[in-house]
Protein backbone atom coordinates (compact mmCIF):
# COMPACT_ATOMS: atom_id res chain seq x y z
CA UNK A 1 0.00 0.00 0.00
CA UNK A 2 2.86 2.82 0.90
CA UNK A 3 4.46 2.26 -2.65
CA UNK A 4 1.10 2.75 -4.18
CA UNK A 5 -0.24 5.80 -2.25
CA UNK A 6 3.82 6.69 -2.93
CA UNK A 7 3.90 6.50 -6.23
CA UNK A 8 0.23 7.36 -7.11
CA UNK A 9 -0.39 10.56 -9.55
CA UNK A 10 -1.19 13.90 -7.69
CA UNK A 11 -4.76 14.87 -8.42
CA UNK A 12 -7.84 16.75 -7.27
CA UNK A 13 -8.77 14.57 -4.67
CA UNK A 14 -5.18 15.45 -3.06
CA UNK A 15 -5.48 18.95 -3.58
CA UNK A 16 -9.16 19.21 -1.41
CA UNK A 17 -7.35 16.84 0.59
CA UNK A 18 -4.69 19.40 1.21
CA UNK A 19 -7.32 22.39 1.77
CA UNK A 20 -9.30 20.65 4.50
CA UNK A 21 -5.89 19.85 6.27
CA UNK A 22 -4.99 23.55 6.39
CA UNK A 23 -7.87 24.93 8.44
CA UNK A 24 -6.44 23.70 11.64
CA UNK A 25 -3.20 25.93 11.06
CA UNK A 26 -4.98 28.65 9.63
CA UNK A 27 -7.66 28.72 12.44
CA UNK A 28 -4.36 28.54 14.75
CA UNK A 29 -3.11 31.90 13.01
CA UNK A 30 -6.18 33.87 13.33
CA UNK A 31 -7.23 32.63 17.06
CA UNK A 32 -3.74 33.58 18.05
CA UNK A 33 -3.13 36.66 16.13
CA UNK A 34 -6.57 38.18 16.51
CA UNK A 35 -6.29 37.90 20.31
CA UNK A 36 -3.49 40.49 19.69
CA UNK A 37 -5.76 43.09 18.42
CA UNK A 38 -8.30 42.52 20.46
CA UNK A 39 -6.66 43.25 23.83
CA UNK A 40 -6.45 47.21 22.49
CA UNK A 41 -10.36 47.12 23.65
CA UNK A 42 -10.42 44.50 25.67
CA UNK A 43 -7.35 46.33 28.08
CA UNK A 44 -9.48 49.52 29.24
CA UNK A 45 -12.89 47.56 29.07
CA UNK A 46 -11.83 44.88 31.81
CA UNK A 47 -9.11 46.80 33.60
CA UNK A 48 -6.33 44.63 32.33
CA UNK A 49 -2.84 44.71 34.12
CA UNK A 50 0.35 43.76 32.29
CA UNK A 51 0.61 40.26 33.74
CA UNK A 52 -3.00 39.85 32.77
CA UNK A 53 -2.52 40.92 29.37
CA UNK A 54 0.76 38.08 29.24
CA UNK A 55 -1.43 35.68 30.85
CA UNK A 56 -4.15 35.98 28.11
CA UNK A 57 -1.55 35.87 25.57
CA UNK A 58 -0.27 32.59 26.84
CA UNK A 59 -3.41 31.04 27.56
CA UNK A 60 -3.99 29.38 24.13
CA UNK A 61 -0.42 28.45 23.70
CA UNK A 62 -0.70 26.51 27.59
CA UNK A 63 -3.74 24.56 26.32
CA UNK A 64 -1.44 23.66 22.95
CA UNK A 65 0.42 22.55 25.26
CA UNK A 66 -1.91 19.99 26.62
CA UNK A 67 -3.86 19.19 23.78
CA UNK A 68 -0.81 18.34 21.51
CA UNK A 69 0.02 15.16 23.24
CA UNK A 70 -2.96 14.39 24.34
CA UNK A 71 -4.84 14.36 21.50
CA UNK A 72 -2.26 12.79 19.27
CA UNK A 73 -1.98 9.61 21.56
CA UNK A 74 -5.63 9.39 21.06
CA UNK A 75 -5.89 10.01 17.19
CA UNK A 76 -3.22 7.17 16.50
CA UNK A 77 -5.64 4.82 19.25
CA UNK A 78 -9.35 5.70 17.85
CA UNK A 79 -8.11 7.13 13.92
CA UNK A 80 -8.07 10.34 11.77
CA UNK A 81 -11.27 10.76 10.66
CA UNK A 82 -12.97 10.90 13.95
CA UNK A 83 -10.80 13.72 15.41
CA UNK A 84 -11.33 15.90 12.14
CA UNK A 85 -14.29 16.97 12.54
CA UNK A 86 -14.67 17.39 16.54
CA UNK A 87 -11.41 19.15 17.12
CA UNK A 88 -13.62 22.43 14.76
CA UNK A 89 -16.96 22.08 16.70
CA UNK A 90 -14.95 22.58 20.52
CA UNK A 91 -13.75 25.31 18.24
CA UNK A 92 -17.09 27.03 16.79
CA UNK A 93 -18.23 26.62 20.81
CA UNK A 94 -15.29 28.02 22.28
CA UNK A 95 -15.59 31.07 19.60
CA UNK A 96 -19.09 31.66 20.26
CA UNK A 97 -18.99 31.56 24.08
CA UNK A 98 -15.97 34.41 23.75
CA UNK A 99 -18.25 36.90 22.61
CA UNK A 100 -19.75 36.66 26.45
CA UNK A 101 -16.71 37.07 28.54
CA UNK A 102 -16.42 39.63 30.98
CA UNK A 103 -13.51 38.43 33.24
CA UNK A 104 -9.99 37.91 32.65
CA UNK A 105 -10.59 34.05 34.21
CA UNK A 106 -13.22 33.39 31.50
CA UNK A 107 -11.27 34.67 28.54
CA UNK A 108 -8.39 32.37 29.96
CA UNK A 109 -9.82 29.45 30.33
CA UNK A 110 -11.72 29.77 26.55
CA UNK A 111 -8.73 30.95 25.39
CA UNK A 112 -6.63 26.99 26.99
CA UNK A 113 -9.77 25.44 25.38
CA UNK A 114 -9.04 27.18 22.28
CA UNK A 115 -5.80 25.76 22.24
CA UNK A 116 -6.41 22.34 23.07
CA UNK A 117 -8.66 22.28 20.21
CA UNK A 118 -6.47 23.86 17.87
CA UNK A 119 -3.57 21.44 18.99
CA UNK A 120 -5.32 18.58 18.48
CA UNK A 121 -5.74 19.64 14.47
CA UNK A 122 -2.34 19.24 14.29
CA UNK A 123 -1.76 15.43 14.60
CA UNK A 124 -4.52 14.87 13.13
CA UNK A 125 -4.77 16.90 9.98
CA UNK A 126 -0.81 16.67 8.99
CA UNK A 127 -1.07 12.77 10.03
CA UNK A 128 -3.97 12.18 7.65
CA UNK A 129 -2.48 14.38 4.68
CA UNK A 130 1.06 12.58 5.14
CA UNK A 131 -0.79 9.47 4.76
CA UNK A 132 -2.05 10.30 1.52
CA UNK A 133 0.09 12.39 -0.34
CA UNK A 134 2.63 10.77 -3.11
CA UNK A 135 6.04 10.59 -2.03
CA UNK A 136 7.28 13.67 -4.55
CA UNK A 137 4.33 15.78 -3.17
CA UNK A 138 4.58 15.36 0.61
CA UNK A 139 7.35 17.65 1.18
CA UNK A 140 6.08 20.75 -0.40
CA UNK A 141 2.45 20.07 0.60
CA UNK A 142 3.14 19.30 4.32
CA UNK A 143 5.01 22.77 4.21
CA UNK A 144 2.17 24.91 2.55
CA UNK A 145 0.00 24.20 5.91
CA UNK A 146 2.29 26.83 7.56
CA UNK A 147 1.87 28.78 4.61
CA UNK A 148 -2.27 28.60 5.84
CA UNK A 149 -0.91 29.65 8.93
CA UNK A 150 0.38 33.07 8.04
CA UNK A 151 -2.43 33.18 6.06
CA UNK A 152 -4.85 33.51 8.98
CA UNK A 153 -2.56 35.47 11.29
CA UNK A 154 -2.76 38.07 8.31
CA UNK A 155 -6.10 38.16 7.84
CA UNK A 156 -6.91 38.08 11.43
CA UNK A 157 -4.87 41.68 11.55
CA UNK A 158 -6.82 42.87 8.45
CA UNK A 159 -9.96 42.03 9.91
CA UNK A 160 -9.01 43.07 13.63
CA UNK A 161 -8.58 46.38 11.74
CA UNK A 162 -11.57 46.80 10.31
CA UNK A 163 -13.54 46.02 13.29
CA UNK A 164 -11.30 48.88 14.88
CA UNK A 165 -12.40 51.23 12.16
CA UNK A 166 -15.51 50.72 12.14
CA UNK A 167 -17.18 49.89 15.08
CA UNK A 168 -13.82 50.85 17.64
CA UNK A 169 -12.04 49.06 20.18
CA UNK A 170 -15.18 47.96 22.02
CA UNK A 171 -15.65 45.82 18.64
CA UNK A 172 -13.38 42.99 20.86
CA UNK A 173 -15.96 40.63 21.55
CA UNK A 174 -16.77 40.34 17.79
CA UNK A 175 -13.38 39.94 17.31
CA UNK A 176 -12.76 36.73 19.20
CA UNK A 177 -16.15 35.46 18.32
CA UNK A 178 -14.72 36.25 14.20
CA UNK A 179 -13.31 32.71 14.04
CA UNK A 180 -16.92 31.28 14.43
CA UNK A 181 -16.83 31.52 10.78
CA UNK A 182 -13.76 29.97 9.39
CA UNK A 183 -14.54 26.86 11.47
CA UNK A 184 -18.17 26.59 10.09
CA UNK A 185 -16.49 26.90 6.60
CA UNK A 186 -13.74 24.19 7.09
CA UNK A 187 -16.50 22.17 8.83
CA UNK A 188 -18.20 22.18 5.51
CA UNK A 189 -15.09 21.15 3.40
CA UNK A 190 -13.51 18.76 5.42
CA UNK A 191 -16.82 16.43 4.51
CA UNK A 192 -16.72 13.43 3.29
CA UNK A 193 -12.81 13.08 3.78
CA UNK A 194 -11.61 9.62 4.45
CA UNK A 195 -9.81 7.86 7.07
CA UNK A 196 -6.33 7.17 6.41
CA UNK A 197 -5.94 3.77 4.90
CA UNK A 198 -2.28 3.61 6.61
CA UNK A 199 -3.68 3.90 9.53
CA UNK A 200 -6.88 1.59 8.83
CA UNK A 201 -4.09 -1.26 7.97
CA UNK A 202 -1.84 -0.57 10.76
CA UNK A 203 -4.67 -1.19 12.91
CA UNK A 204 -5.64 -4.72 11.46
CA UNK A 205 -8.89 -3.02 9.28
CA UNK A 206 -7.26 -3.88 5.70
CA UNK A 207 -10.07 -4.38 3.90
CA UNK A 208 -11.33 -0.86 4.64
CA UNK A 209 -8.07 0.28 3.81
CA UNK A 210 -8.52 -1.32 0.64
CA UNK A 211 -11.79 -0.16 -0.15
CA UNK A 212 -10.54 3.66 0.62
CA UNK A 213 -7.62 3.38 -1.37
CA UNK A 214 -9.91 2.34 -4.49
CA UNK A 215 -12.19 4.88 -3.88
CA UNK A 216 -10.01 7.96 -3.88
CA UNK A 217 -7.14 6.71 -5.53
CA UNK A 218 -8.88 4.59 -8.22
CA UNK A 219 -6.11 1.66 -8.03
CA UNK A 220 -6.77 -1.84 -7.19
CA UNK A 221 -4.39 -2.68 -4.28
CA UNK A 222 -3.62 -6.38 -3.18
CA UNK A 223 -5.19 -7.06 0.32
CA UNK A 224 -1.92 -8.55 1.48
CA UNK A 225 0.47 -6.15 0.97
CA UNK A 226 -1.95 -3.70 2.88
CA UNK A 227 -1.39 -6.72 5.31
CA UNK A 228 0.43 -4.86 9.05
CA UNK A 229 3.67 -6.47 10.34
CA UNK A 230 4.28 -7.62 13.87
CA UNK A 231 6.61 -4.71 14.79
CA UNK A 232 3.96 -1.89 13.73
CA UNK A 233 1.36 -3.57 16.32
CA UNK A 234 4.04 -3.58 18.52
CA UNK A 235 4.36 0.18 17.83
CA UNK A 236 0.98 0.90 18.30
CA UNK A 237 0.59 -0.95 21.56
CA UNK A 238 3.64 0.98 23.20
CA UNK A 239 2.47 4.56 22.15
CA UNK A 240 3.69 7.39 23.93
CA UNK A 241 6.43 5.53 25.91
CA UNK A 242 7.79 4.58 22.88
CA UNK A 243 8.99 8.17 21.57
CA UNK A 244 11.07 7.99 24.51
CA UNK A 245 13.13 4.36 23.48
CA UNK A 246 16.64 4.43 22.29
CA UNK A 247 15.25 4.27 18.46
CA UNK A 248 13.19 7.26 18.55
CA UNK A 249 14.03 8.99 21.47
CA UNK A 250 16.70 11.43 19.86
CA UNK A 251 13.97 12.20 17.19
CA UNK A 252 11.99 13.33 19.53
CA UNK A 253 14.34 15.27 21.06
CA UNK A 254 15.09 17.45 18.26
CA UNK A 255 11.56 17.36 16.58
CA UNK A 256 10.62 19.35 19.91
CA UNK A 257 13.64 21.17 20.66
CA UNK A 258 13.94 22.82 16.90
CA UNK A 259 9.97 23.81 17.49
CA UNK A 260 10.52 25.35 20.97
CA UNK A 261 13.56 27.16 19.73
CA UNK A 262 11.99 28.54 16.49
CA UNK A 263 8.31 29.74 17.45
CA UNK A 264 9.40 30.85 21.18
CA UNK A 265 10.96 34.18 19.72
CA UNK A 266 8.42 33.67 16.48
CA UNK A 267 5.06 33.83 18.75
CA UNK A 268 6.56 36.20 21.15
CA UNK A 269 6.84 39.13 18.48
CA UNK A 270 3.77 38.23 16.39
CA UNK A 271 1.54 38.48 19.47
CA UNK A 272 3.88 41.58 21.03
CA UNK A 273 4.35 43.36 17.43
CA UNK A 274 3.47 46.83 18.10
CA UNK A 275 5.19 46.91 21.36
CA UNK A 276 8.29 45.61 20.35
CA UNK A 277 8.07 48.28 17.41
CA UNK A 278 7.76 51.21 19.74
CA UNK A 279 10.34 50.49 21.64
CA UNK A 280 12.90 51.53 18.56
CA UNK A 281 11.04 54.53 18.19
CA UNK A 282 8.15 53.29 15.35
CA UNK A 283 5.32 55.27 15.78
CA UNK A 284 2.19 53.50 17.34
CA UNK A 285 -1.49 53.79 17.08
CA UNK A 286 -4.30 51.38 15.69
CA UNK A 287 -2.53 51.30 12.41
CA UNK A 288 0.72 49.86 13.30
CA UNK A 289 -1.04 48.01 15.83
CA UNK A 290 -2.53 46.17 13.01
CA UNK A 291 -1.65 46.82 9.42
CA UNK A 292 1.87 46.86 10.52
CA UNK A 293 2.34 43.78 12.33
CA UNK A 294 0.10 41.89 9.63
CA UNK A 295 2.64 43.11 7.21
CA UNK A 296 5.51 41.06 9.29
CA UNK A 297 3.31 38.35 9.22
CA UNK A 298 3.04 38.34 5.66
CA UNK A 299 7.01 38.67 5.48
CA UNK A 300 6.78 35.34 7.49
CA UNK A 301 4.40 33.71 5.01
CA UNK A 302 6.18 35.27 1.67
CA UNK A 303 9.75 33.49 3.34
CA UNK A 304 8.09 30.27 3.10
CA UNK A 305 7.86 29.98 -0.36
CA UNK A 306 11.91 29.82 -1.33
CA UNK A 307 11.87 27.41 1.50
CA UNK A 308 9.68 24.84 -0.32
CA UNK A 309 11.10 24.65 -3.15
CA UNK A 310 14.83 24.41 -1.93
CA UNK A 311 13.71 21.65 1.13
CA UNK A 312 13.17 19.48 -1.92
CA UNK A 313 16.12 20.90 -3.84
CA UNK A 314 18.79 21.01 -1.40
CA UNK A 315 17.17 19.01 1.47
CA UNK A 316 15.60 19.11 4.56
CA UNK A 317 19.06 18.95 6.85
CA UNK A 318 20.57 22.13 4.73
CA UNK A 319 17.64 24.33 4.55
CA UNK A 320 17.25 24.00 8.95
CA UNK A 321 20.64 24.51 9.57
CA UNK A 322 21.42 27.58 7.25
CA UNK A 323 18.24 28.76 8.17
CA UNK A 324 18.68 28.86 12.09
CA UNK A 325 22.24 30.09 11.31
CA UNK A 326 21.12 33.36 9.47
CA UNK A 327 17.94 33.87 11.33
CA UNK A 328 20.38 34.46 14.55
CA UNK A 329 22.31 37.49 13.03
CA UNK A 330 19.08 39.73 13.09
CA UNK A 331 18.01 39.57 16.53
CA UNK A 332 21.78 39.98 17.39
CA UNK A 333 22.18 43.17 15.84
CA UNK A 334 19.09 44.77 17.23
CA UNK A 335 20.43 43.12 20.73
CA UNK A 336 23.91 44.88 20.56
CA UNK A 337 22.25 47.96 18.93
CA UNK A 338 18.99 48.52 21.16
CA UNK A 339 19.05 52.26 19.74
CA UNK A 340 19.16 51.47 15.99
CA UNK A 341 17.05 53.87 13.75
CA UNK A 342 13.38 52.46 13.61
CA UNK A 343 13.80 51.79 9.16
CA UNK A 344 17.15 49.36 10.48
CA UNK A 345 15.19 47.49 13.27
CA UNK A 346 11.60 47.18 11.00
CA UNK A 347 14.25 45.98 8.13
CA UNK A 348 15.92 43.50 10.78
CA UNK A 349 12.79 42.40 12.06
CA UNK A 350 11.65 41.67 8.45
CA UNK A 351 14.74 39.58 8.01
CA UNK A 352 14.40 37.28 10.71
CA UNK A 353 10.80 36.98 9.44
CA UNK A 354 11.58 36.23 6.13
CA UNK A 355 14.75 33.71 7.27
CA UNK A 356 12.02 31.78 9.45
CA UNK A 357 10.58 30.18 6.27
CA UNK A 358 13.13 26.97 6.34
CA UNK A 359 12.19 25.74 10.42
CA UNK A 360 8.72 26.93 9.32
CA UNK A 361 8.00 24.69 6.49
CA UNK A 362 9.74 21.94 8.37
CA UNK A 363 7.53 21.65 11.39
CA UNK A 364 5.18 19.37 10.65
CA UNK A 365 7.27 17.99 7.80
CA UNK A 366 9.88 16.05 10.02
CA UNK A 367 7.89 14.49 12.73
CA UNK A 368 5.66 12.91 10.02
CA UNK A 369 8.74 11.55 8.21
CA UNK A 370 10.56 10.29 11.07
CA UNK A 371 7.99 8.19 12.92
CA UNK A 372 5.77 5.44 11.43
CA UNK A 373 2.44 5.47 11.41
CA UNK A 374 1.25 3.65 14.48
CA UNK A 375 2.89 6.66 15.87
CA UNK A 376 2.99 9.30 13.91
CA UNK A 377 0.07 11.55 14.88
CA UNK A 378 1.58 11.07 18.75
CA UNK A 379 5.17 12.68 17.56
CA UNK A 380 3.46 15.51 15.77
CA UNK A 381 1.24 16.01 19.03
CA UNK A 382 4.69 15.66 21.90
CA UNK A 383 6.57 18.22 19.15
CA UNK A 384 3.52 20.41 19.22
CA UNK A 385 3.32 20.38 22.95
CA UNK A 386 6.73 20.83 23.17
CA UNK A 387 7.24 23.48 20.99
CA UNK A 388 4.21 25.22 22.79
CA UNK A 389 6.07 25.67 25.76
CA UNK A 390 8.86 28.13 24.43
CA UNK A 391 5.73 29.84 22.94
CA UNK A 392 3.93 29.98 25.71
CA UNK A 393 6.87 31.28 27.73
CA UNK A 394 8.34 33.97 25.50
CA UNK A 395 4.71 35.20 24.62
CA UNK A 396 4.33 35.72 28.63
CA UNK A 397 7.65 37.26 29.36
CA UNK A 398 8.44 39.56 26.67
CA UNK A 399 6.01 42.10 27.68
CA UNK A 400 8.05 42.09 30.98
CA UNK A 401 11.32 41.85 29.65
CA UNK A 402 10.90 45.03 27.13
CA UNK A 403 9.64 46.88 30.98
CA UNK A 404 12.44 45.02 32.94
CA UNK A 405 15.08 44.32 31.38
CA UNK A 406 14.85 46.88 28.02
CA UNK A 407 15.04 46.02 24.10
CA UNK A 408 19.01 45.25 23.96
CA UNK A 409 18.52 42.25 26.54
CA UNK A 410 15.69 40.77 25.01
CA UNK A 411 16.83 40.80 21.77
CA UNK A 412 19.98 39.06 23.06
CA UNK A 413 17.76 36.60 24.76
CA UNK A 414 16.04 35.72 21.48
CA UNK A 415 19.12 35.58 19.82
CA UNK A 416 20.42 33.14 22.15
CA UNK A 417 17.45 30.72 21.77
CA UNK A 418 17.59 30.72 18.33
CA UNK A 419 21.08 29.52 18.21
CA UNK A 420 20.36 27.17 20.68
CA UNK A 421 17.90 25.40 18.12
CA UNK A 422 20.62 25.69 15.45
CA UNK A 423 22.75 23.84 17.94
CA UNK A 424 20.06 21.26 18.15
CA UNK A 425 20.00 20.90 14.03
CA UNK A 426 23.63 20.49 13.15
CA UNK A 427 23.55 17.91 16.34
CA UNK A 428 20.58 16.11 15.36
CA UNK A 429 18.78 17.17 11.74
CA UNK A 430 18.78 14.19 9.66
CA UNK A 431 17.64 14.06 5.80
CA UNK A 432 14.57 12.53 4.48
CA UNK A 433 14.02 13.86 1.29
CA UNK A 434 12.88 11.00 -1.01
CA UNK A 435 12.26 8.50 1.40
CA UNK A 436 9.17 6.47 1.93
CA UNK A 437 6.64 7.57 4.34
CA UNK A 438 7.83 6.65 7.79
CA UNK A 439 10.86 4.39 5.80
CA UNK A 440 13.52 6.06 7.64
CA UNK A 441 15.55 3.91 9.87
CA UNK A 442 15.26 3.87 13.77
CA UNK A 443 18.30 4.43 14.36
CA UNK A 444 19.48 7.22 12.29
CA UNK A 445 22.81 7.69 10.24
CA UNK A 446 25.54 10.13 11.21
CA UNK A 447 24.73 13.54 10.81
CA UNK A 448 26.80 15.27 8.20
CA UNK A 449 28.31 19.23 7.31
CA UNK A 450 25.08 21.10 6.43
CA UNK A 451 25.20 21.47 2.27
CA UNK A 452 26.06 18.11 1.58
CA UNK A 453 23.98 15.50 0.85
CA UNK A 454 23.20 12.39 2.48
CA UNK A 455 23.73 8.82 0.70
CA UNK A 456 20.79 6.91 -0.17
CA UNK A 457 19.87 3.72 0.64
CA UNK A 458 17.06 1.35 0.00
CA UNK A 459 14.67 1.18 3.03
CA UNK A 460 11.87 -0.70 3.97
CA UNK A 461 8.61 0.99 2.77
CA UNK A 462 5.64 1.28 5.94
Not at 133 to 152: C, D, F, M, N
Request: proline content about 6%.
Amino acid sequence: MSQTIDNAPYTAFHRRLALACSGGPLLDGYILSIVGVALIGMRPDLGLSTAEVSLIGAAALVGMFVGGALFGVLTDKIGREVMYTADLLVMVACSVLSFWVDSVWAITVLRFVLGMAVAADYPIATSLLAEWLPAKHRGRLLGQQIVAWYAGSVLAYIVGYLFLELAGPGSWRWMLASSTVLCVVFLVIRRGSPESPRWLAANGRVGDAVRVVEKHLGVRVDGRELMPDPAGRARSAAGLRLLMTPPYRRRTLFCGLFFLCQVGPLFAMLTFGPQILSSFGMPGGTVMETLGTGLISLVFLLGCYPALRLIDTKGRRPVIIWSFALMTVPLALLGVWPTAPAAIALTALCAYAFLCGGPNVLDWTYPNELFPTEIRATAVGVATSVSRIGAAIGTYLLPLSLTGLGTGPTMLIAAGVTALGLLVCVLWAEETRGTALGAAPAEPRAAQAPGVPTQRVPQTVR
